[in-house]
């Protein structure tokens, strides 16, 4: 599997059970778990990885943990997606990016214990350990639709092709698509891993991400996705796109090249563009070889109309993603990453505005609050984060 995989020792892990979070089959607490690794990945983007057996035994993608920092340096935890998880190893995956006091407090924790002369914050925090606390794994993942809190749904193919059972056979194949930007991208990294763990090659998965400076998860998703489209805001050189995946016959815009896996991967570099504009380019290209108009689908429909989307990103380029996907006829699962205070439930500091889809093929989490005026709201940390997308007010 992934890099987590590395990780082949479990150690110790000594327990505050301060909070935790009981649902019917499952209960989340929080807890101190050992750091494995906590390095730069690319530029202001950092990979932490953990040694949390209990919540790689059970994390499915969409999920999160709350980080709460050493020290007490913050009140309120820091949610982080769950970007990879690995139940032999226990090794679970989260990719942040240091965007303010909390997240740079984070990037300075270190798998081995170190003077903490060396690491003495501004604040005055130490940081001589290699431990910290979370609880997780938390929320509502993409695969968990059977419309209960209560269920924490494993993937599996009762719960994802059962429910795309007809469109997948319109199409001839189940098909998903990932939709991710920035930091949103690592969630969508999971998903595809479960998905080729799930179902090998019968399924067809593809990737469009936006990233602001130059790519890097790109060569991960590589290796598990059949194609991958990149852009980037500022992608000036060759030279900024990742070891892995450069190579002599890579040249931005042009046709794909071939992965190890089979997978290809086009990188296309745009000051104005976005990622909408790589999916329609995507669906100009497949749809020209259009077969007949599937029932299930209104417009133009070929061999590679997705069965699902999944996207996690910024809210404006969600909003964006969900208006493709309704003119295209494509149902898409989305990730939200509201501001959150205690990220487990408690405190209504995350709510977003939802309605019913009244549809039964897209089965909702209920609501902890009254419906007003057609409008339900619900708890981004425990109702969601990922919403069918005709499900959230935009
Ligand atoms: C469910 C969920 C999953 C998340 N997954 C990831 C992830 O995988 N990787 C990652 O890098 N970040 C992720 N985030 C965002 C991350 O939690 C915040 O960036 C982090 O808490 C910021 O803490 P800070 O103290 O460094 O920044 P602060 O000082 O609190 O804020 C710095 C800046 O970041 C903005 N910000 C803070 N929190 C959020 C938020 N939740 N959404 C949007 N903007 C925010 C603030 O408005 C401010 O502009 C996720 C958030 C949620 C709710
Ligand atoms: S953050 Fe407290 S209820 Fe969601």
Same mark, same amino acid.
């Given at each position: 599997?992934?890099?987590?995989?590395?990780?082949?020792?479990?150690?110790?892990?000594?327990?505050?059970?301060?909070?935790?979070?009981?649902?019917?089959?499952?209960?989340?607490?929080?807890?101190?778990?050992?750091?494995?690794?906590?390095?730069?990945?690319?530029? $202001?983007?950092?990979?932490?990885?953990?040694?949390?057996?209990? &919540?790689? !035994? =059970?994390?499915?993608? *969409?999920?999160? +943990?709350?980080?709460?920092?050493?020290?007490?340096?913050?009140?309120?935890?820091?949610?982080?997606?769950?970007? $990879?998880?690995?139940?032999?190893?226990?090794?679970?995956?989260? &990719?942040? !990016? =240091?965007?303010?006091? *909390?997240?740079? +407090?984070?990037?300075?924790?270190?798998?081995?214990?170190?003077?903490?002369?060396?690491?003495?914050?501004?604040? $005055?925090?130490?940081?001589?350990?290699?431990?910290?606390?979370?609880?997780?794994?938390?929320?509502?993942?993409?695969?968990?639709?059977?419309?209960?809190?209560?269920?924490?749904?494993?993937l599996s193919k009762e719960s994802f092709l059962d429910q795309n059972t007809a469109r997948a056979d319109a199409h001839g194949k189940t098909t998903v698509v990932l939709i991710g930007g920035g930091v949103g991208i690592p969630p969508l990294f999971f998903?595809?891993?479960?998905?080729?763990?799930?179902?090998?090659?019968?399924?067809?998965?593809?990737?469009?991400?936006?990233?602001?400076?130059?790519?890097?998860?790109d060569e991960r998703f590589v290796q598990i996705c059949d194609a991958v489209h990149t852009i980037s805001e500022s992608l000036d050189n060759l030279s900024e796109v990742s070891p892995v995946v450069d190579s002599p016959s890579l040249r931005l815009g042009?046709?794909?090249?071939?992965?190890?896996?089979?997978?290809?991967?086009?990188?296309?570099?745009?000051?104005?563009?976005?990622?909408?504009?790589?999916?329609?380019?995507?669906?100009?290209?497949?749809?020209?070889?259009?077969?007949?108009?599937?029932?299930?689908?209104?417009?133009?429909?070929?061999?590679?109309?997705?069965?699902?989307?999944?996207?996690?990103?910024?809210?404006?380029?969600?909003?964006?993603?969900?208006?493709?996907?309704a003119r295209n006829d494509i149902p898409l699962r989305v990730s939200l990453e509201e501001r959150m205070g205690c990220g487990y439930g408690a405190c209504a500091g995350c709510t977003t505005k939802t309605q019913s889809l009244n549809d039964p093929e897209?089965?909702?989490?209920?609501?902890?609050?009254?419906?007003?005026?057609?409008?339900?709201?619900?708890?981004?940390?425990?109702?969601?984060?990922?919403?069918?997308?005709?499900?959230?007010?935009?």
């Amino acid at each position: 599997m992934s890099e987590v995989s590395e990780v082949s020792e479990v150690s110790e892990v000594s327990e505050v059970q301060t909070v935790s979070v009981v649902r019917a089959e499952s209960r989340v607490e929080r807890n101190t778990y050992r750091i494995v690794r906590n390095e730069q990945i690319a530029d $202001g983007i950092f990979e932490l990885i953990l040694d949390a057996p209990d &919540i790689a !035994a =059970v994390a499915t993608s *969409g999920q999160f +943990v709350n980080l709460y920092l050493p020290d007490g340096a913050m009140l309120l935890p820091r949610p982080i997606s769950i970007a $990879g998880a690995d139940a032999d190893t226990g090794a679970v995956s989260l &990719i942040y !990016a =240091v965007v303010g006091a *909390g997240t740079r +407090v984070l990037s300075l924790l270190r798998p081995t214990s170190v003077s903490t002369t060396t690491l003495t914050h501004a604040s $005055g925090i130490h940081f001589g350990t290699n431990m910290i606390e979370a609880m997780g794994p938390l929320g509502t993942g993409f695969f968990d639709y059977k419309g209960s809190l209560l269920t924490f749904g494993d993937l599996s193919k009762e719960s994802f092709l059962d429910q795309n059972t007809a469109r997948a056979d319109a199409h001839g194949k189940t098909t998903v698509v990932l939709i991710g930007g920035g930091v949103g991208i690592p969630p969508l990294f999971f998903a595809a891993q479960k998905l080729r763990d799930a179902y090998g090659s019968e399924i067809e998965i593809t990737a469009f991400l936006g990233y602001r400076n130059a790519p890097w998860l790109d060569e991960r998703f590589v290796q598990i996705c059949d194609a991958v489209h990149t852009i980037s805001e500022s992608l000036d050189n060759l030279s900024e796109v990742s070891p892995v995946v450069d190579s002599p016959s890579l040249r931005l815009g042009q046709a794909p090249i071939e992965s190890a896996n089979g997978g290809s991967r086009v990188v296309r570099a745009s000051q104005t563009g976005n990622v909408i504009d790589l999916l329609d380019a995507w669906r100009d290209e497949i749809f020209t070889t259009q077969k007949e108009p599937s029932p299930l689908c209104s417009s133009l429909c070929s061999s590679l109309c997705p069965t699902l989307a999944l996207s996690c990103g910024p809210k404006p380029m969600l909003a964006a993603a969900a208006a493709w996907c309704a003119r295209n006829d494509i149902p898409l699962r989305v990730s939200l990453e509201e501001r959150m205070g205690c990220g487990y439930g408690a405190c209504a500091g995350c709510t977003t505005k939802t309605q019913s889809l009244n549809d039964p093929e897209k089965p909702q989490n209920g609501s902890d609050g009254p419906i007003i005026d057609g409008v339900i709201k619900k708890k981004v940390c425990r109702h969601g984060p990922v919403f069918w997308a005709g499900e959230v007010v935009w």
